[in-house]
DNA sequence: ACAAAAGTGTTGTTACTACACCCATGG
DNA sequence: CCATGGGTGTAGTAACAACACTTTTGT
């Protein structure tokens, strides 16, 4: 079959964001592997035997940071015939937002090296993994202002400070306060838990959940 | 290498849409082999050496409607392990948009037929086509609103009713005639020609042109 | 009582919607 | 002079933006 005379590796890429300490931030790599070697890279790597790009993106982002079941999207595929140094690989980019809390990292033998990045302090990335960050970065702008997905980036109850300034930081401007607040209740999106945060030495703020921790397609912000 | 061990096909298909005759359309080519013979799907097929997907769908665009320098966008890539009954094949889907006249369609040995299909009476579709299809629907429709992309589907000169039309086609419902021409004069992205179109048995209508035909972002409607 | 963040309304401005008649041409 | 689509303005409504003070807690 035609199919199998090809010869292209398929990949996936995983672009794994998080809001922490007041920042953006994406989970880079640091490879082994010449002629990347000591650069810094998203995970990804050439999919298994009878394994979806999809599912690829979901193990690496397991391996990675030990979550699951948050919001993971198709970005784009990449399949420039000179992106990989070593040979033609078509790679699958995913997005996927992780919050902040409780991810340990990990590494692995084909790493040196794993953190989370700044979006403002990057790195030179290996292969064409620049440009997938700034499509990814663009594509988490605009769906955070018609879409829900901010859910995957908080714990199940939260603040609706802590929900406006993920916004802030992400989108990388201020949000009037009540203006906020009054578009995000008016929204129905999100619900009160009737508790409260306490122990800070301030008005304890009430704590919010999403409804739905799904996709939802509403004009956010 | 891991990557000539994957088995892989790698294929590119396109939607291409065109408006004609008040309705939106889909090219659609009849299938001969089996186990899809005589069913309609996208034009498409595995990509050629030393070809990316995005030539292989401009290659396609051209076989089939003899056009190219249209609006051609990636749209997703579909790589389920059962969608192609002949082996594992992973498929970039693209959509592209064509204006209507002048297009004569072209068949090929691999196809018993070519043809327009309005998108509200198709058939039932080939691999996971319909899918695909649906997707692309919906991101023509919601691009509509915010970029110029129907420059594509257009002549290069035309006249705003031409446009509204197109609009009032694709989205399936009415705009009303001086909000909708108050909106696109002031966006700036047409100009007149000063031409005027002749020899209608009415008052004859202005020419206009998009000022850039490339992709410009703008809530359009 | 002080520090710190939580919470809450109103007003002006802008954008959107709905709506009906005259105009220019060919036949 | 008739038929046909081309072309134009206004008023009411809804959404958005800007803005500052009081409340609740811990120390």
Do not use: C
């Amino acid at each position: 079959m035609t199919a199998f005379n090809q010869r292209i590796g398929v990949a996936a890429d995983a672009v794994i964001f998080t809001v922490d300490h007041g920042e953006l931030k994406a989970l880079l790599i640091q490879m082994k592997k010449t002629p990347f070697s000591g650069r810094w890279a998203m995970p990804g790597g050439l999919i298994e035997n009878k394994e979806t790009t999809r599912q690829a993106a979901e193990r690496i982002l397991k391996i990675q940071t030990g979550v699951k079941d948050v919001y993971l999207e198709q970005l784009q595929t990449f399949d420039d015939l000179k992106r990989d140094p070593n040979g033609r690989v078509l790679s699958v980019a995913y997005m996927a937002l992780v919050p902040s809390g409780n991810i340990k990292l990990k590494t692995n033998d084909r790493y040196s090296d794993v953190r989370w990045w700044s979006i403002k302090k990057l790195p030179t990335l290996a292969y064409d993994h620049s440009e997938i960050l700034k499509i990814a970065i663009n594509r988490l702008r605009s769906k955070l202002e018609y879409t829900n997905i901010v859910w995957s980036l908080l714990p199940p109850e939260f603040t609706l400070t802590q929900l406006q300034n993920i916004y802030e930081i992400i989108l990388d401007r201020d949000l009037d306060k009540r203006n906020f607040r009054r578009k995000i209740l008016e929204l129905g999106l999100v619900a009160t838990t009737g508790k409260k945060i306490k122990g800070e030495a301030y008005r304890p703020a009430e704590l919010y959940r999403f409804k739905q921790r799904r996709l939802t397609y509403v004009e956010v912000i």
